[in-house]
């Protein structure tokens, strides 16, 4: 499985963006996505997962705002993370996770930034 990340950048308090991430390969093993975000200096902590029954899960600090969606096909799976109502708090490096039978493969992350 391979994973590749797009999106983020730059918005304003209240604003929005999206991140994406597309898994490659072996697709049909992946048992769940996410989306971790790691701020300066600290720790990365999970944010979104969605599994592959399409149950998904947020950190209590994303609820309301975040929403995590997936688009799958043969080949690929597409997870998207739509951002609402950002604060300055979601200042952070953004990585995707494809959790597949017998590895975790992680994206090489995307700067999102909040700022007036």
């Known amino acids: 499985v391979q994973v590749v990340e797009s999106g983020g950048g730059l918005a304003q308090p209240g604003g929005s963006l999206n991140l994406s991430c597309t898994a490659s390969g072996t697709v049909f093993s992946i048992r769940a996505m996410g989306w971790y975000r790691q701020p300066p200096g600290k720790q990365r902590w999970l944010d979104a997962v969605?599994?592959?029954?399409?149950?998904?899960?947020?950190v209590y600090a994303v609820k309301g705002r975040f929403t995590i969606s997936k688009d799958s096909s043969q080949n690929t799976m597409t997870v998207l993370l739509q951002m609402n109502n950002q604060k300055p708090e979601d200042t952070a490096n953004y990585y995707c996770i494809a959790d597949s039978l017998h590895t975790k493969v992680w994206g090489q992350g995307a700067q999102v930034t909040v700022t007036s």
């Open positions: 969605i599994h592959s029954d399409g149950y998904t899960d947020y």
